[in-house]
């Protein structure tokens, strides 16, 4: 199974809005729910941002939010900050986990 | 507070074997299902094997029939023994929690290097 396609970097300026997406096949996406995000920072493992497309762990801010269409899932940050600076994974579970390339968001 | 900690990576030849180890803490590890996910550093994590609360396996092609991961409750402790290990199996392995019922990852150890080369 091929890896999901994220845009390979993002960036905004403080307080602006940044959107990643996360592409798939209708096997990848479309047909489940169960779309995970992650935050990475070097050297550091990962974190879980958003689960079941829409849903934020407790303790992550209601900057990050999740949405799906398609075979799209998207991860948005709302009112970027310094310390959202990361790579972010997207992760699709049909069966078996399929994790996307990475995106790394810079904050101008 | 939920802990994980990985140990057992290190360098090995190809064709060689390697058991990690992933020592759960502050939860309840009987009742949640638990991942290995390995990544290449710079590239996105790949997700290696799981195991739900009820001892069911799960492989992707990628390491099936060389890679078995089992757990002990008794340990509170997740291994993953990997056999016919190959160059491309060097990455970082983390061990992970599952957020019931498997979907995603909801904790993650600090992660364990192996390196195999000759």
């Known amino acids: 199974q091929s890896a999901l396609t994220q845009p390979r970097s993002v960036s905004g300026s403080p307080g602006q809005s940044v959107t990643i997406s996360c592409t798939g096949t209708s096997t990848d996406l479309s047909g489940y729910n169960s779309v995970s995000w992650y935050q990475q920072y070097p050297g550091k493992a990962p974190k879980l941002m958003i689960y079941?497309?829409?849903k934020r762990p407790s303790g992550v801010p209601d900057r990050f939010s999740g949405s799906k269409s398609g075979d799209t899932a998207s991860l948005t940050i709302s009112g970027l900050q310094a310390e959202d600076e990361a790579d972010y994974y997207c992760?699709?579970?049909?069966?078996?986990?399929?994790f996307g390339g990475g995106t790394k968001v810079t904050v101008l | 507070e939920v802990q994980l900690l990985e140990s057992g990576g290190g360098l090995v030849q190809p064709g060689g074997s390697l058991r990690l180890s992933c020592v759960a803490s502050g939860f309840t590890f009987s009742i949640y299902a638990m991942s290995w996910v390995r990544q290449v550093p710079g590239k996105g994590p790949e997700w290696v094997s799981s195991v739900s609360s009820g001892g069911t396996t799960y492989y992707p092609d990628s390491v099936k029939g060389r890679v078995t991961i089992s757990r002990d409750i008794s340990r509170n402790t997740v291994y993953l023994q990997m056999n016919s290990l190959r160059a491309e199996d060097t990455a970082i392995y983390y061990c992970a929690r599952n957020t019931p019922p498997l979907g995603s990852f909801d904790y993650w150890g600090q992660g364990t290097l192996v390196t195999v080369s000759s």
């Open positions: 992760c699709s579970y049909a069966g078996i986990w399929v």
């Open positions: 079941d497309v829409i």
